[in-house]
């Protein structure tokens, strides 16, 4: 029987897709280097329904040149039949963006596919820790 005070991901929707590369690409260069940044914002409407858009700004090259670069936003969206068991700012910075991920993941090896490069497949992501390191930078600031 499942847990119904629990989110569950009703909907995604690859909101914007971006993707840059140069005519060489040479990943075996030791001085090639990945970079991917994250972004979660969410927003709580009526009925238990959350709304979390994920954005992944990727880029990969050698020094100060860009050889790929790409930018993927997705939105879920989550729905709770009764009262959650984690709150939903906790769900919505971390829980919520976790299941998201392996859609982002997928859309960029994909598309690194259909480029003509080997698809770059990202590790996965804490976001318990990273939303932890956005609160404490945030303090700091």
């Given amino acids: 029987m499942a847990n119904k005070s629990s989110f569950r991901l009703t909907e995604i929707y690859l909101l914007e897709s971006n993707f840059k590369r140069a005519i060489n690409v040479n990943f075996e260069d030791p001085s090639f280097k990945n970079n991917a940044d994250i972004t979660v914002d969410h927003q709580v409407l009526e009925n238990q329904t959350l709304h979390i858009t994920v954005t992944l700004d990727y880029s990969a090259g ?5 050889e790929i670069s790409a930018k993927i936003k997705m939105m ?4 709770c039949d009764s009262e959650p068991v984690i709150p939903i700012e906790q769900f919505a910075k971390a829980n919520g963006p976790a299941i998201m991920f392996p859609f982002l993941r997928e859309h960029l090896a994909t598309t690194t596919l259909k480029a003509g490069i080997s698809p770059i497949l990202l590790p996965a992501v804490n976001f318990i820790r990273l939303s932890e390191e956005l609160k404490a930078k945030k303090r700091i600031q």
């Fill in 76 to 79: 879920g969206i989550f729905k």
């Fill in 62 to 66: 050698k020094k100060r040149v860009k």
